[in-house]
């Protein structure tokens, strides 16, 4: 499957962004989608789940309250709302396939390429 991310950018501290990340080459509506973020000199780190059907999500301590993942199986495409955005949350954000309808920090076997995030203070 292809995963093209988008929406990434520059905005203050507060601030809000939606990404998101169309997918193509397999069956959207059959598998969950995952987001994860790098920042700079840090591993990749898990952020949120969905599953393929959008009933079911999970998300990472660190945006529990601030993060909305979503999905949109009519257009493939997997969306992060994020918002109350800290600096701490600049990094490269990736999208990421689930290898069966649900996956929660593991099991995906494609990636996008990214988008970059940066939050100022």
């Known amino acids: 499957v292809q995963l093209v991310e988008s929406g990434g950018g520059l905005v203050q501290a507060r601030g809000s962004l939606r990404l998101s990340c169309a997918a193509s080459?397999?069956?959207?509506?059959?598998?969950?989608m995952g987001w994860f973020r790098q920042a700079p000199g840090k591993e990749r780190e898990f952020v949120a789940a969905?599953?393929?059907?959008?009933?079911?999500?999970y998300y990472a301590d660190s945006g529990k309250g601030r993060l909305t993942i979503s999905r949109d199986n009519a257009k493939n495409t997997v969306y992060l709302q994020m918002n109350s955005l800290k600096p701490e949350d600049t990094a490269v954000y990736y999208c990421?396939?689930?290898?069966?309808?649900?996956?929660?920090?593991?099991?995906?076997?494609?990636w996008g390429q990214g988008t970059q995030v940066t939050v100022s203070s």
């Open positions: 969905i599953s393929s059907s959008g009933r079911s999500t």
């Open positions: 990421a396939a689930g290898v069966t309808s649900w996956a929660t920090k593991d099991k995906y076997d494609s």
């Open positions: 080459g397999r069956t959207f509506r059959n598998y969950a």
